[in-house]
């Protein structure tokens, strides 16, 4: 530690002539030591410029840092907003990346408010009365902290700025705010109102008037060490995030266990923390100045071995320039009559009053120099590991982009020379394929409803074999009679659907799959390769598929009634049937035989009332239905009424042509013939039994629904074929809309391929300046690394601050 050497009294007024040139000397020295201008935060050295404050550098890198996220902020937004609008399909970007780069956003965002709310913490321990609020208002030039002999501070305080142009104080937990007055009533110990040794009061002191709460310093002051032998809490409330520790000792006393004890504990849970020692009231020594060498190298022997040895925190060099011997009293008071203009007269003084002033004034100095080097390491070291982490994981993604895009543009360029040497080829071509296609969309659709009609008439054709397919149980009872009947209706349909499905819908879907594999080729062809499984992915992968047909069974046998009487199939009514033909009942009906309201046409249609039959026999069908034509050339809706209006008209010749018969063969003949037909008839009424019924309802039931399905087949058919028709020509109008698109682009000097090579030029051009915006950010932090972080001395950087603050011409 360098100083200036301590002149006595004696000495200054040995010569009366040179009294006031020693004087004016001593002052402007004196000035030298105590005055640092408020404006600019710097101290006049001796035969030089000003010097800019160490504590700038924490202002300048906290200033720097700010700047940086900021810029990074808007890097982050710019550049995820750049990555979603390319990853759309111009280049393909991996979405999780972009994701990633977006999450960087909040952590930027949290990062950039810690750098507002960071400042540089230091606080003050000792015992108690050794002065350590004396101190503190010292180094802020005004007496803001109570002090005074004895136990003085009971609580925390924390003296922080604000751009109020009041001060004010807040007790922790609460937005309240007292005037500075009462920082007092809150904290002196002497006062029965005062807070508790754990408890903090925050006093907000006005920037403007306080160079060091302008450069973002926080004060704390402490109550003693030795008012409670359990410190612990202090430590982890008010000392884990402090930067610097002023130790304030009494310099008519030595070190005590007291304070050493606190700041081991201090060096357990903190790595290495900066410690300064300040002996203070050292003016006391001019009262024994026989022995004031002697005790200074006492207190700094101790001071040193106790910085060195016991605490182990830094080296023999480094613990000179933390042990200083001062006056806090001294400082404040001198400040005090400077801010009021008033002459400081070093004589007035106890001896050595300069040579303290410089100690402080050396502590002041080197305790900014620590504070801004160890607040800018702990606040902002692992910031700008977060920052050049990020900004290299943007610069190494903005490069892929970049390359990719590069890449992609020169494939570009070469495929839309490609495409133009075969414009008139496609152009020719797409006439040709949209003819082809329309036909074969038309063919198709034609071979469906054809298809589609056949299966149904195929299916028609055996529907006594798929109803045969339900073996239920026959039923005993109505409620087990309808029961069979729902399930007979479904098992049908069921197997209907399956049936035709196989028959007809998976020729009908293959051929569709097959002429849309074949048009999404051929007209695939005239798309742009670059974009044409983009394009084309849509129509693959939409649904299969597949032709449906609708069937209601159950709805279409509302109106089905079984006959389950028994009928003799050689009954009257059968063998007339068998005797008249469909030409014979014309031609009685003609004659007025039969009513003509009951004359049968080929495609003639009865309602579901009409479904009975009236003739039944065992091994043989059932009538049929008389909504579908006769086949066999026999009437088939003969009932008793029309059979005995014929008879009852034709009496005379049927009793004609039975005397005949008679008198032909004889009685005995006819007399064997009736019992023939009785045993005939008992033998079929014997046959009568459950599964005869069942073959018989199942006969009724096809007769039934035969005619409702035969009616539609001719819709079925047109809607398939509409279907088959409409899923083709969506896919054909969707392959025209991006053929048409596609030619029409090649029609236009390849205007497709133009414009995706000039939005590539700038995704090309954007990703390169962002790129370089990034390593250009990388490199700021790196200088940043280089100039606050990495292990060198402030006096590096002091420099550089002092070109960035002096005027121009100064520099």
Same mark, same amino acid.
């Given at each position: ?85 390319? @990853? ?559 008879? @009852? ?163």
């Amino acid at each position: 530690m360098s100083g200036i050497l301590h002149r006595s009294k004696s000495e200054i007024d040995s010569s009366s002539s040179g009294v006031k040139q020693r004087g004016d000397a001593v002052r402007k020295e004196m000035d030298a030591l105590v005055n640092i201008p408020e404006e600019n935060g710097s101290t006049p050295t001796k035969g030089g410029p000003v010097s800019p404050s160490p504590l700038r550098i924490f202002s300048q890198a906290k200033k720097k840092m700010n700047e940086i996220f900021i810029e990074l902020d808007a890097q982050v937004k710019e550049s995820t907003a750049f990555l979603k609008r390319i @990853s759309q399909g111009v280049v393909p970007v991996n979405l999780e990346t972009v994701d990633h780069v977006e999450k960087q956003y909040s952590k930027i965002k949290g990062i950039t408010e810690m750098v507002a709310r960071d400042h540089m913490k230091v606080v003050f321990f000792g015992r108690t009365s050794n002065g350590k609020s004396t101190v503190i208002n010292a180094m802020l030039r005004d007496k803001i902290l109570p002090s005074g002999i004895g136990h003085t501070t009971s609580c925390f305080i924390q003296v922080e700025g604000t751009d109020e142009p009041e001060g004010y104080a807040q007790t922790e937990g609460s937005d309240e705010k007292f005037g500075v007055s009462s920082v007092a009533n809150l904290s002196h110990a002497l006062n029965q109102g005062h807070l508790g040794e754990e408890s903090l009061v925050r006093l907000h002191w006005p920037k403007n008037k306080c160079f060091l709460l302008r450069e973002d310093v926080v004060l704390v002051d402490s109550p003693g060490i030795d008012v409670t032998p359990d410190t612990d809490i202090w430590i982890d409330k008010y000392c884990l995030d402090a930067d610097v520790f002023v130790l304030v000792a009494n310099s008519e006393s030595t070190l005590m266990q007291a304070e050493k004890n606190f700041f081991h504990k201090v060096s357990t849970r903190l790595s290495k923390p900066n410690v300064f020692i300040l002996n203070n009231r050292w003016d006391a020594s001019a009262n024994e100045p026989e022995f004031m060498d002697e005790v200074r190298r006492q207190h700094l022997d101790r001071n040193l071995e106790f910085l060195t040895k016991e605490l182990g925190v830094i080296s023999n060099q480094q613990a000179l320039e933390r042990v200083y011997f001062v006056s806090a009293k001294e400082v404040l008071m001198t400040a005090q009559k400077k801010q009021q203009n008033a002459i400081v007269n070093p004589g007035a003084f106890p001896d050595g009053y300069l040579m303290r002033m410089q100690d402080f004034d050396t502590f002041e100095r080197k305790f900014q120099e620590c504070l801004s080097k160890s607040a800018v390491r702990t606040k902002f070291e692992h910031h700008t590991q977060q920052g050049r982490k990020i900004a290299h994981e943007m610069r190494n993604l903005l490069e892929e982009v970049y390359e990719q895009s590069n890449l992609t543009r020169a494939l570009q360029e070469e495929d839309r020379l490609r495409q133009e040497s075969l414009f008139h080829l496609k152009t020719t071509h797409f006439e040709s394929m949209s003819v082809d296609f329309k036909e074969k969309i038309d063919a198709l659709s034609r071979k469906a409803g054809q298809e589609i009609i056949a299966g149904f008439k195929e299916e028609l054709a055996r529907l006594q074999t798929t109803v045969n397919l339900y073996t239920k149980n026959w039923p005993m009872t109505v409620e087990q009679m309808h029961l069979y009947k729902l399930g007979l209706y479904e098992v049908f349909e069921r197997n209907l659907l399956r049936n035709f499905e196989a028959r007809c819908s998976v020729p009908i879907n293959n051929a569709v799959d097959m002429l849309e594999q074949e048009m999404l080729t051929r007209f695939g062809g005239l798309l742009p390769e670059n974009s044409r499984d983009v394009k084309l992915a849509p129509l693959h992968r939409r649904q299969r598929f597949n032709v449906k047909v609708h069937l209601s069974i159950p709805q279409m046998c509302i109106g089905f009634t079984e006959d389950l009487t028994f009928h003799f199939s050689l009954g009257w009514q059968r063998i007339a049937r068998l005797l008249l033909s469909r030409n014979e009942m014309r031609r009685l009906a003609t004659f007025g035989f039969l009513p003509m309201s009951r004359n049968v046409e080929p495609n003639a249609s009865v309602s579901p009332g009409a479904s009975k039959s009236t003739d039944s026999g065992i091994g043989s069908l059932p009538p049929s239905n008389s909504s579908l034509p006769a086949t066999d050339g026999t009437t088939k809706d003969l009932d008793v009424v029309e059979l005995a209006a014929i008879l @009852s008209k034709c009496g005379i010749g049927t009793g004609a042509v039975a005397f005949m018969v008679w008198r032909s063969i004889g009685w005995k003949i006819l007399v064997g013939a009736a019992a023939s037909y009785g045993i005939l008839y008992g033998a079929e009424r014997l046959a009568w039994h459950f599964s005869t019924r069942r073959r018989v309802f199942k006969h009724q039931f096809v007769d039934f629904v035969k005619p409702q399905l035969a009616s539609l087949v001719h819709p079925s058919a047109t809607s398939g074929a509409h279907q088959v028709q409409e899923e083709l020509e969506f896919t054909f109008t969707e392959l025209i809309r991006l053929a048409n698109e596609s030619t029409t682009e090649l029609s236009e000097r390849i205007a497709a391929l133009r414009k995706e090579v000039k939005t590539l030029d700038e995704v090309t051009s954007q990703a390169k300046v962002m790129n370089n915006k990034s390593k250009w950010l990388e490199s700021q932090l790196d200088s940043f690394w280089d100039a606050y972080i990495a292990s060198k001395d402030v006096e590096d950087v002091v420099p550089d601050i002092l070109n960035n603050h002096l005027p121009e011409q100064q520099k």
